[in-house]
């Protein structure tokens, strides 16, 4: 190694590179996931927020050594 401002005795150096535009994939992927979480026609939550709803509850009643009941 000669000179490392000029790279004589360096060889040759190139760089490559490789954009894209991965908005159209985040947005669908956005989409999946209200899709999993509410009911299209009618917007209500479905099963799948009730589960998760329930269980964070569940865990915060654990947390904190409270009981409750819980109807499903």
Do not use: W
Request: proline letters at 1%.
């Amino acid at each position: 190694m000669k000179d490392l401002i000029t790279g004589e005795g360096l060889g040759s150096i190139s760089f490559s590179s490789n954009i894209r535009d991965i908005s159209e994939r985040k947005q669908a992927e956005e989409k999946i996931m209200k899709l999993c979480i509410m009911d299209p026609l009618t917007r209500f939550s479905n099963r799948f927020l009730l589960n998760d709803r329930l269980t964070q509850a569940i865990d915060q009643v654990d947390e904190s050594a409270e009981h409750r009941n819980y109807v499903y």
